[in-house]
């Protein structure tokens, strides 16, 4: 089992910058992809980005340039820094966590809500 603790999130303005972290617990593999997902009310849960343990990433077109996922493989924490906010980006925002053994595992965090003002 994996457990998935995140924080950092709040309210800010636009134009502003939040960084969030999720710490992950349990039996990580090292094959575990690592991200951050975005829910904003009324709309589906979407993709933010990813990182695999190698550094690979994988980040939406609609926060390239803003937002940076980082990985602490040491510390089985994931990270993202969120500048140049804009009210789009208000969402609760779920740490991720996809690993394979004989089956895909996919574990959440409980969210965080992020809030951004015009």
């Known amino acids: 089992q994996v457990q998935l603790v995140e924080s950092g999130g709040g309210l800010v303005q636009a134009g502003g910058s939040l960084r969030l972290s999720c710490a992950a617990s349990g039996s990580i593999y090292s094959s575990a992809v690592m991200g951050w997902y975005r829910q904003a009310p009324g709309k589906q849960r979407e993709l933010v980005a990813s990182m695999t343990r190698g550094g690979s990433t994988n980040v939406a077109y609609f926060v390239k340039g803003r937002f940076t996922i980082s990985r602490d493989n040491a510390k089985n924490t994931v990270y993202l820094q969120m500048n140049n906010l804009k009210p789009e980006d208000t969402a609760v925002y779920f740490c991720?966590?996809?690993?394979?053994?004989?089956?895909?595992?996919?574990?959440w965090g409980q969210g965080t809500q992020v809030t951004v003002s015009s």
């Open positions: 991720n966590v996809i690993q394979v053994d004989y089956r895909t595992n996919v574990y």
